[in-house]
């Protein structure tokens, strides 16, 4: 399993270089340079922790819930694997649907969506924190029969998959995206258009949107981004903000009801009641932007 995280790394690393490369010579506007640094800042170190720590948590919650298996699944049966992959992105669609509809979740989540930009690079924009429970989303495989060592692959497996799916590079895969998901439908996902809030969770398999009301496809252009957007470059205020605003949201509160409001609520919730819209965020947004885009920089890049 080593081995192929190794081999993952190295090759999703030259699949980012390679796209830098081809965007430099088409002199494309798809790579901010600040940007994709702090991607690969944030992406370094957490590689590091998840081979250092996490990988052998995950082994370890895999291997006590195997111990309660409810079916003996042969691993060299023809159907092993596919149900295995099926489990594993299954599982994958509830981590990241909570991942955005929980703001527990979502202060981890969020370092993923909040680059202005759309690239190879972004698909490594991981918080340093968040694998050390989205393994959980995981237990029904050996719960199942999966052992631990097969689930972790299919762990990965769905995880490498996705990579390819951060790019503006490519436009629609016909056919090929009636099942699984493309580019065309992470893009949507990444949108901060207000059709575009809460869509398109799939990792592998887009069916599951499509089953549980969650798809939306590609039409207007993607304004890429969080609503609120973080202003800094500054790789640890990328990590810890959001859990930042939501430590103070939830020391400030007047009772323990608003406390796990602002925990497991959406985010944006407020015990006031509904706040802006998302087309006024959406509005804002936009003006934001092409304020920062006259002024020639971030308002707070050096922050």
Known sequence: MEQLA?????????????????????????????DSWVNIIIGLPGSFLTKLLYNGLMFAGFS????????????GSWFFWPLALILSDFSYYWYHRAGHELRLFWGTHSIHHSSEDYNLSTAIRLSW???????????????????????????LLVRYYQVWLHTQSISRVPIFEIIFTVPSHHRVHHGTNPQYIDKNYGGCLIIWDKLFGTFEPEVEPVVY???????????????????????KD????????????????????????????LEELFQEKLALSKENKSSGSLAHAGE
């Open 6 to 34: 190794s081999v993952g790394s190295l090759v999703i690393m030259t699949m980012i270089l390679s796209e830098m490369l081809i965007n430099f010579v088409k002199k494309s506007n798809n790579y901010d340079f600040k």
């Open 64 to 75: 006590m819930a195997y111990e309660f298996h409810l079916f003996e699944l042969d691993s």
């Open 129 to 155: 924190l968040e694998n050390s429970f989205r393994w959980m989303f995981w237990l029904p495989l050996p719960l199942v029969g999966v052992d631990p060592l097969s689930s972790m692959i299919a762990y």
């Open 225 to 247: 981004g969080v609503l609120k957007p973080i202003e800094t470059y500054n790789p640890v205020k990328v990590n810890f903000m959001e859990y930042g605003s939501l430590i």
């Open 250 to 277: 939830v020391w400030q509160a007047k009772s323990w009801s608003h406390r796990f409001g602002y925990l497991f609520h959406k985010p944006g919730w407020s015990p006031e009641g509904p706040g802006q819209s």
